[in-house]
Structures are given as structure tokens and as C-alpha cells.
């Protein structure tokens, strides 16, 4: 998990120049779609031998038409999106209804607790300065 909020502070931090201003090479994503291999959600768990259910942690089947800030369009796998852009992504997937679908219930709700957490200590940190300052 660790390793999901460093992508999502590196991503953060990569859309912000030194000014800064905010920039993003991805414009917005506009559709989704699955190819059928996805995992059904009455497929969402498995059971070991001995009788511990444990969620499928897969992103397989699910597929992202983006469009990019000069306008073109183009489909990116969801292992590939989500590593790149998780809360643009994560946001589409609550507004668009998906979160009950198994590739989306296991990265998605951590995903957005990051994005709180990281959002809360920047309000702290330029609350701090901006005391500071006056």
C-alpha cells in the first residue's frame, strides 16, 4: 500500500510545475468498457483449502478511453491507467457507478482515503506557513 501512495504523490507532483500551476497531459476520460475476461462480481472472492475467503486482486478485462490534452483519444488497459493517473481514475469510477465491480472495490476506496489524507496535510502545512507568515 505503501507503494500506491507514493504513485499517487509522485502523480500529483508531476502535474505541478514549478509556479505551481497545474498540468496534465490527460484531458479526461470519457468512456469504459469491458472485454468479457474482467472478474464477475459473484467471482470477486475466492476460497483457500483451508476455508479463507480472500478478495481476487485483478484489473484484468477492463479497458479506458482517454482523451489526452492535444485532443486525441486512445484506449489504455486499467493495470496501465491506474499506476499512472489512480485518482482521475478513481473519481471516474465512483461517477460513473463501477466501485462494485471486483477490479475497481480493492484500489479504489484506498485510493481516495490516500488522496484525503495527502489533501488534509497540505491544508495543515500552508495553514501552518500562512500563521507564520501573519
Known sequence: HEYSANMIAQNL??????????????????????DGKAVKKEDAFITSANGVKSRRFTTKGWYFCVEWKDGSVSWL????????????VSEY??????????????????TIRKLEQMIAAVKQRVKKIWIQLF
Open 77 to 88: 488497459p486499467l493495470k496501465d491507467l491506474k499506476e499512472s493517473n489512480p485518482v482521475e
Open 13 to 34: 507532483w508531476q502535474q505541478v510545475d514549478n509556479e505551481g500551476y497545474y498540468h496534465q497531459v490527460l484531458q479526461q476520460i470519457v468512456d469504459h468498457r469491458s
Open 93 to 110: 469510477v465512483i461517477s460513473n457507478n463501477l466501485l462494485e465491480e471486483p477490479a475497481f472495490a480493492w484500489w479504489v476506496p484506498y
